[in-house]
């Protein structure tokens, strides 16, 4: 039984009235599906900068750390300045990021490019080039 209908029949609503009951009787459902609608786009605008977040984050550049800066760089003291800067830099945000969040995956962000630059620094030979015998 409609609350229309009911009230109609009791006398509480004219027929010309329906279309305003009509509306205040579906107004809480449709500011419902409105407010459910807009936190739906803000959590979906809200996972994609995420997801952009993430993807420029784990975008390291370790693989060529060694031939960036290792004895057979290819491109010079110029980009060995360069590149030292950059890192630098991108471990003072990864850094600060680590300490204002707190949380072990930013961490491991100050961490691993480290370590991975060491690794790959060794690995290709990086330091003092070794004295050459006759």
Do not use: C, W
Request: aromatic share 8%.
């Amino acid at each position: 039984m409609s609350v229309y209908g009911y009230g109609r029949r009791e006398g509480l609503f004219a027929e010309k009235e329906q279309a305003a009951v009509l509306e205040a009787m579906g107004a809480p459902r449709r500011e419902r599906q409105e407010v459910g609608a807009k936190r739906e786009r803000i959590q979906f605008e809200y996972q994609r900068q995420q997801e952009r977040d993430q993807f420029f984050q784990n975008l390291q550049l370790a693989p060529i750390q060694g031939a960036l800066v290792g004895p057979a760089a290819v491109f010079g003291n110029v980009v060995k300045g360069a590149y030292g800067v950059y890192v630098i830099a991108d471990t003072g945000v990864q850094a600060h990021r680590a300490i204002t969040s707190g949380t072990p995956s930013d961490v491991v962000g100050v961490a691993l490019p480290l370590v991975a630059g060491m690794f790959f620094h060794e690995l290709i030979g990086g330091g003092e080039p070794t004295p050459q015998t006759s």
